[in-house]
């Protein structure tokens, strides 16, 4: 049975278990550990303000990860949505779970909007960002607050 929580200090190592392979097997991004101190200090990083960032557990494994980043002005960025191989599709719900954890917390922490970046190489992502309400937006349109990462070459927006 999948459990959706939030991050909490030992799941770092199933955290980057999780994101590391997907980046740079599955999509061939060269990104390392150490190019995203943010995985090294989730709870500094993500859990501040309106932020956090959730596992998705299987057995206590970790199988999947969403961040929420406040950006201020009640918005916030997505990050770090990724789910492994083996428990993606709508039979595991996992993403959906992931994704309606985030949501719920963005209604009752009062943020308005939340902004993703990704990269085109993501094509299933961006077929599920847009089920899920996301607008496709232009880089223009973002918050200046947004953090944009080098691989983001898409953009997307969901009011809540």
Known sequence: ?????????????????????IQ???????ITLNAQPDLRDIRGFYQQGNGNFWVALDRQNVVGTVALLDIGNRQAALRKMFVKATHRGAE???????????????????????YLGTTAKFLAAH??????????????????????????????????
Not at 1 to 21: C, K, R, S, W
Not at 92 to 114: E, I, N, P, T
Not at 136 to 155: C, S
């Open 127 to 160: 077929r599920f960002y847009e089920k899920n309400g996301f607008r496709e937006i232009a880089r223009a349109e973002l918050p200046e607050r947004f953090p944009v990462m080098v691989v983001d070459t898409k953009f997307y927006c969901r009011a809540l």
């Open 24 to 30: 740079q097997a599955e999509f061939a991004i060269p």
């Open 92 to 114: 595991h719900g996992v993403a959906k779970r992931l994704l309606d954890a985030l949501f719920g917390w963005c209604k009752a922490r009062g943020v308005h909007q939340v």
């Open 1 to 21: 049975m999948i459990e959706i929580t939030p991050f909490a200090p030992q799941h770092a190592d199933g955290v980057v278990g999780v994101i590391l392979p």
